[in-house]
């Protein structure tokens, strides 16, 4: 039987946890766009709130629509062992396989970024600024989730091995804690991304093969640490909150040898790379020359009603706490 308080203080934990956390998936796309050609500069430079502020859309989404949860993750393990090589890489042959209710149950976020990829092409084509902007900002919060251990695993927030918690902690509260101290994002450029499937599939596979460290280092750890110790009092958002405590966070950062780091970099160019390559398989259209196509209001109602399922959400969160 689960004890009280660890519920209780994973119930705290994951009231603002999704994926990278509104934080990681912010400063992923906020420094995707440094690594752009001057020619994609000046659109997404001038429009870096924009981009930034709703990278997070996709997870606020997750409250008011119910078909959204599978476009974040993949739980790859169901399909047998790494590298899984029985489930087919196009959808349609992974449906007829497994059946459609099936795939979607475990995921698709292999597939999902592939088709936002193909919008976001499309969207250049178009020469459409608002959907350019809206397109990018999202992506870039699937192609992040892709990178994340725990989203290519069924134990996705270890509530099969008695660690849950450990979702929001891995993504949310070490990136908030050490991102802007002690991670270095000096970065390269965007690159063209030649085959996109394969990228895709590639970094879900390292997402893959890296979750069973995120989940044995943290037991390990945990051993280490008297609850005392391992849990603290601290205020977030006006409140006292009880999560991980820092002593407990750093230390394990440093058993993972900058994984964290590592994943949230490579988010970072993949993201840069994916706005790229859709803008050069587009043509390369004169960014400087796009109309100053304002947003719909069926676009801006959208950003109304995703922002109150959130907020709303959050409310009913504290009113159980």
Partial sequence: MKKIVLCCICCAISICCFCWGFYGHQRINYYAVFLLPPEMMVLYKPNIQFITDHAVDPDKRRYAVAAEAPKHFIDIDFYGSYPYRQLPRKYDEAVEKY?????????????????????????????NRAKILKLSAEIGHYIADSHVPLHASSNHDGQLSNQKGIHGFWESRIPELLAEKEFDFMIGKATYIDNIPNYVWQRVLESSAASDTVLKDEAVLTKQFPVDKKYAFEERNGKMLRQYSSQFTIAYNKMLNGMIERRMRLSISSVASFWYTAWVNAGQPDLKTLQNVAFTEEDLKEFETLNDAWKNSVLKGREHE
């Fill in 99 to 127: 059946t459609e209710d099936t795939v979607i149950a475990r995921g698709i976020v292999p597939w999902w970024i592939q088709i936002m990829e193909q919008r976001l092409t499309s969207a250049f084509k178009e020469k």
